[in-house]
């Protein structure tokens, strides 16, 4: 079930990981007589694209644009309304949670805000430990061990096994939630704004963890974030969402450089740049506004 | 002179863990027309500074030193009761988050009277007009429906426009901001500080924008205090900030961040370690525990806030030419490219 290590990063264009076709997902928005909805909104409408193995699919757009939404229907943690989720060659799109379980060690998930994704009353070497016992993976002894490894991998000190959530920093909080999502070797990790609430130098030290990890371990990745910067200096391929729909999809740097949609290039121009006079909005953005 | 002056300011909160010292010998100045950027991550003192301002840091737990002087008279020492004119009147406030700023429970209008009349003896009448006139100003569509809506039927953008108009309803002379943009997507973002740049020319307000993000800074900011534990460790014009910052903390803020056109795939350059307990701070430099470029942990005395060039200050014990030759090596060739 766990796969051989994977050192290098098959970058060659081989079988895409996981693809999903037409995919959508509606959530009821007023509710008729007899409960029955009536009006659906359509938080996911439609979308389309694959993620290689060992490549990084970045997700941008701004609030209610469904990201997060693809997150959960990637990781099937809601249930799609239509369309398909294939993952390693096999349609899960609506699999039984029963049926997923042996999935589950594959598709991990790392979400915003570590600290209300950690159980505030177990230990970290517990909460790291969970999916592995939960699994049936290891043993006790050899779960502590793969845990102080992990723990000590993703930068935390393994001596602080025995500490609890509300004793680490914002930082380190996140790096419980990488190490819970790695220490079950997955193949694909879906990571949902993991930077976001993070302050900017930490949020920089977390970005090299998941880069290194990735590379390391040969993971495949769907980055989401409404941070466009962030986007494309962690992600091979982006693809920019605007209300549930995807409106560009291209290589990052393409998508940076030639913006094809007119929506692509309003969020880039809109991004203040860190510098000074004259440089205000992105060259970029401005140059492909001429184009 | 300049509008409104912080001096040496200190606060400092009693709590079971030990005195956190949040504000540590701060000093700015606000003039009319120009925003001051107040830069710093999480627990830097910069947030704290600012409500301290306004008296919302008075507590039974709290101490606070120095002082806040507005038209010659300090704050600091005034009743509550006086500052109870000030704020909203004199001093307005907006926050990062202007849901939890508006009563759910009241339309929009309403609270912007109510504000409007406990600080103004008019009537309802007219305090409703002038609310319409202010959520005109701050660019909300058909001001005059809009403001019998509720905080909820508006989108985050126009929350904080809501939140824009009912600070300048009562023409305040300063302006402070705290991380006003940061819960808005990008666009909106953008329309926000515009906004903020022009009301502070229009009206010639004084602004204090406090926020983490250097962007929004390069954006919207004529001078940049970078606030590191409690303490300022560099004050200059916004410029010289980006372009030749002399404090290591200032290098790594701006190197921690991706940038749209730096080349892709590189690692970022990131500060290293946490962030220091206020609790127990150490001697000397707050810094050095993370700096990459301090010698020797040597110097127990903590650097002064020391002016480099007119109107830079630094607060590093490196030389000056050690500072600039660091930068250089670390910018000086894409700074040229530019």
Same mark, same amino acid.
């Given at each position: 079930m766990i796969g051989e290590p994977r050192n290098s990063r098959p970058n060659d264009g081989g079988e895409p990981l996981v693809a999903v076709e037409d995919l959508v997902k509606h959530f009821p928005l007023a509710h008729g007589v007899l409960g029955r909805s009536r009006e659906q909104v359509p938080?996911?409408?439609?979308i389309s694209f694959e993620v290689r193995r060992g490549e990084t699919l970045g997700l941008v757009g701004e609030s209610g644009s469904g990201k997060s939404t693809t997150a959960r229907l990637l990781t099937r943690l809601l249930e799609p309304s239509g369309g398909r989720i294939v993952y390693d060659g096999a349609?899960?799109?609506?699999?039984s949670q029963r049926r997923l379980r042996p999935l589950r060690a594959q598709i991990q998930m790392i979400f915003q805000d570590p600290y209300s994704s950690l159980?505030?009353?177990?230990t970290v070497g517990t909460i790291v430990g969970e999916p592995l016992r939960l699994l049936g993976l290891a043993g006790k002894a050899e779960r502590r061990a793969r845990v102080r490894e992990v723990m000590n991998r993703v930068g935390?000190?393994?001596?602080?096994?025995?500490?609890?959530?509300?004793?680490?920093?914002g930082g380190q909080r996140q790096r419980i939630g990488i190490a819970r999502a790695i220490v079950q070797q997955p193949r694909l990790i879906v990571a949902d704004e993991?930077?976001?609430?993070?302050d900017v130098s930490i949020q920089a030290q977390v970005l090299n963890l998941l880069q290194d990890l990735r590379d390391e371990l040969g993971l495949t990745l769907v980055f989401i974030s409404h941070d466009l910067a962030v986007v494309r200096h962690i992600c091979d391929h982006v693809a920019v969402m605007n209300r549930g729909k995807i409106v560009e999809l291209a290589n990052a740097d393409r998508l940076y450089s030639h913006p094809a949609h007119p929506y692509t290039a309003a969020l880039l121009a809109a991004v203040p740049v860190?510098?000074?006079?004259?440089?205000?909005?992105s060259p970029r953005a401005a140059a492909a506004g001429t184009s | 002179m300049a509008l409104l002056e912080v001096r040496d300011l200190s606060v400092s909160f009693a709590t079971l863990d030990g005195v956190v010292?949040?504000?540590?010998?701060v000093s700015y100045e606000l003039e009319r027309g120009r925003t001051l950027g107040l830069v710093g991550e999480s627990g830097s003192g910069k947030s704290v500074s600012a409500l301290t301002i306004i008296g919302?840091?008075?507590?039974?737990n709290a101490t606070i030193g120095g002082q806040i002087v507005l038209d010659g008279r300090d704050?600091?020492?005034?009743?509550d009761a006086e500052l109870r004119r000030i704020r909203g009147k004199r001093i307005a406030m907006i926050f990062q988050d202007p849901l939890s700023s508006?009563?759910?429970?009241?339309r929009i209008g309403v609270q912007i009277v109510e504000a409007i009349r406990t600080h103004e003896d008019v009537s309802k009448r007219a305090a409703r007009l002038r609310a319409i006139e202010a959520l005109e100003a701050v660019g909300i569509p058909r001001p005059g429906r809009r403001i019998?809506?509720?905080?909820?039927?508006?989108?985050g953008g126009m929350r904080q426009r809501a939140m824009l108009a009912m600070a300048l309803a009562l023409r305040p002379d300063v302006l402070i901001a705290d991380?006003? &943009? !940061?819960?808005?997507?990008v666009t909106v973002q953008a329309q926000v500080l515009e906004l903020i740049r022009s009301l502070r020319d229009e009206h010639g307000i004084a602004v204090l924008l406090i926020t983490h993000d250097l962007g929004v800074i390069a954006q919207a900011a004529d001078e940049v205090a970078v606030m590191y534990a409690g303490r300022i460790v560099e004050h200059a014009p916004r410029d010289t900030i980006f372009e030749?910052?002399?404090?290591p903390y200032t290098w790594g803020l701006l190197d921690s961040i991706p940038h749209l056109d730096a080349p892709r795939g590189e690692r970022l350059r990131a500060i290293q370690g946490q962030p220091p307990s206020l609790i127990r701070a150490s001697e000397g430099c707050k810094f050095f525990p993370r700096?990459?470029?301090?010698?020797?942990?040597?110097?127990e005395i903590e650097p002064e806030l020391?002016? &480099? !060039?007119?109107?830079h200050r630094v607060r590093c014990h490196l030389p000056v030419e050690e500072r600039r030759r660091i930068w250089r090596e670390r910018h000086g060739s894409t700074l040229l490219e530019r």
């Open positions: 938080a996911v409408d439609g349609d899960i799109t609506h699999w159980n505030p009353r177990r935390l000190n393994p001596e602080h096994y025995n500490r609890y959530p509300h004793e680490f920093s993991p930077v976001s609430a993070l860190a510098r000074p006079t004259g440089s205000r909005t | 010292r949040a504000v540590d010998g919302l840091t008075r507590s039974p704050l600091v020492s005034r009743s508006l009563h759910p429970y009241f019998d809506s509720y905080p909820h039927e508006l989108s991380e006003p &943009t !940061t819960a808005l997507d030749s910052p002399e404090h700096c990459p470029y301090q010698p020797a942990p040597a110097d020391a002016e &480099t !060039t007119p109107g």
